[in-house]
């Protein structure tokens, strides 16, 4: 899928009611400076300057649901003690509704406490992790409270997320209980699967998301490279009853396995986009959210996928567990689009292009021309007309709009060749190809802030001139490079290659008639 498109499916995401079942997690990090090692013992000292506590594990996918602007409640269970209070602070204070968390007093919150050292105030890395948790199964009383709050409320929800971090909220009793409820209703249940060799608790769910060790632990199988991973996907769709398999391959992308047998639909990798990856912390929590929120959106499972992938990269480029607004994916994917896509195209395109910066406050420049053998006149004219502005936009006459302006013997150069090397210079944004006379058609399309024209016209003699002017904008004319154009150019060609003259000399001319 283009980046143009990839944009717009994502804009066609919604807010929809997530509900989420899991381990919830208190993440708490300790920032300070690594000074030295201490003279008690070998060991690094630091200098605490900061201190945070953030939500983590099955709370941490709630937030990143908050950040993409999805309704999302959570269903988990948190100890009774100050911990557990300070989490649920937290998620009221993202949004996140609690009717279905339950407060066991006999296990404590679960809490992962990370120091982050810097050295000479540079990248901090963690230095130490310190986990208070329990990972024995809810008590039969907590899991039938949990399934008697859950199942009759499911068909709420567009999509069911389990988030299992092995901690003991997602038994079988639980899951077997949700899913069962959930296919009933037709509601997509998405698991993030724990580390280990029995995945039977999960048999049912729609897919799940793996990472590569978990898939290979779940199925005796090894990926080592990308396409190895549709065996390990066919076998878990297999066994455990699933609709697809997402596999993630850290740097290799995801890949979408479906049930062997399956017609109208083939595995495919998706790679990701190289980053610089300064922390994984979180970056399986973001793929869950974000996929779910797109399928749950009705969105395809290939596009939910192209969405993970570009959500857990920013993801990564964080330190620590981070929230990714939904803001700035999508301006991730502008990005991605204005460097991918060709400066030439369509003028459909080129106005969404257009909008698109304009909404950035960026300031259009246009002009138009043969641009017939590019040459220095064309070129220091065009550097010009960019500094009017922040984007350039240049209008190139088609091949039958050269011929019809300077003969048949024109152009010399196909607008695709002309388009192109246009395209190449440094100061054009944007190349756009049109059949009419004039650019007026052009003009009313795009609305350009600044019209420029190259030569000794007057302002009123450019044409479009009234257009620009008519909605406030602004005319100017450039100067020229001296005894530059692209008809002296193609004159002094043509006068090279003609053929010589017949020189006579008239004396032999003379002795050659005698002598006849």
């Known amino acids: 899928m283009s980046n143009h498109d990839l944009l717009a499916t994502f804009d066609a995401i919604g807010q929809p009611r997530v509900l989420v079942i899991g381990d919830l997690i208190l993440d708490r990090y300790t920032w300070g400076n690594a000074e030295r090692v201490s003279q008690e013992a070998p060991v690094i000292l630091l200098r605490a300057d900061q201190r945070e506590a953030r939500l983590g594990g099955a709370a941490n996918v709630c937030n990143m649901l908050r950040g993409l602007e999805a309704e999302v409640a959570v269903a988990g269970v948190v100890g009774d003690d100050a911990d557990g209070r300070e989490l649920q602070g937290l998620l009221a204070e993202a949004g996140v509704s609690t009717e279905f968390l339950c407060v066991d007093p006999g296990r404590p919150t679960t809490v992962k406490e990370r120091f982050m050292g810097r050295a000479a105030n540079r990248h901090p890395h963690q230095i130490l992790r310190v986990d208070t948790e329990v990972r024995e199964p809810l008590a039969e009383g907590m899991e039938s409270r949990l399934i008697a709050w859950l199942v009759p409320r499911i068909a709420d929800f567009q999509v069911v997320l389990v988030s299992d971090y092995h901690k003991g909220v997602c038994t079988p009793r639980v899951m077997s209980a949700v899913i069962e409820a959930a296919r009933k209703v037709g509601v997509p249940v998405i698991v993030d699967p724990l580390r280990g060799t029995d995945y039977a608790r999960y048999r049912g769910a729609t897919t799940m998301t793996p ?36 596999i993630t391959l850290d740097r290799d992308g995801m890949a979408l396995v479906w049930p ?35 399928l749950a959106s009705g969105i395809a499972p290939a596009q939910a996928i192209e969405l993970g992938n570009v959500a857990a990269g920013l993801e990564v480029e964080k330190i620590g567990v981070a929230v990714i607004p939904r803001a700035e994916i999508r301006a991730s994917l502008q990005a991605a689009q204005r460097s991918r896509r060709s400066k030439v195209m369509p003028r459909e395109d080129l106005a969404a292009a257009l909008a698109e910066d304009r909404a950035a406050g960026r300031r259009i420049v246009f002009t138009n021309g043969c641009f017939d053998l590019l040459h220095v006149g064309h070129v220091t004219y065009l ?24 003969g048949d013997h024109r152009p010399v150069i196909t607008e695709h060749d002309r388009a192109a090397m246009l395209a190449a210079l440094a100061c054009v944004d944007y190349v756009v190809v049109f059949d009419e006379e004039t650019p007026r058609d052009l003009l009313h399309l795009l609305h350009p802030d600044v019209l420029v024209k190259g030569g000794t016209y007057r302002l009123d003699e450019v044409v479009g001139h009234e257009i620009v002017e008519g909605y406030g904008g602004r005319v100017v004319v450039t100067g020229v490079v001296a005894g530059v154009s692209t008809t002296a150019i193609v004159r002094s060609v043509a006068e090279r290659q003609a053929p010589p003259r017949p020189h006579f000399d008239t004396a032999t001319v003379a002795e050659q008639r005698r002598a006849g």
Do not use: W
């Open 211 to 246: 990472n590569r060790l978990e898939a290979e632990l779940a199925t005796g199988r090894k990926i080592v490279r990308p396409e190895d991973a549709f065996a390990a996907g066919e076998q878990l769709c297999r066994d455990l009853n699933l609709e697809m398999a997402i």
């Open 260 to 294: 062997p047998g399956t017609t109208g639909h083939s595995h495919e990798v998706f790679p990701t986009r190289a980053r610089a990856v300064y922390d994984i912390t979180g970056a399986g929590d973001m793929v869950l959210a974000a996929i779910g929120v797109a």
């Open 383 to 406: 550097q010009e007309a960019a500094a009017y502005g922040d984007r350039l936009v240049v209008a190139v006459n088609s091949d039958a709009c050269v011929k019809q302006l300077k």
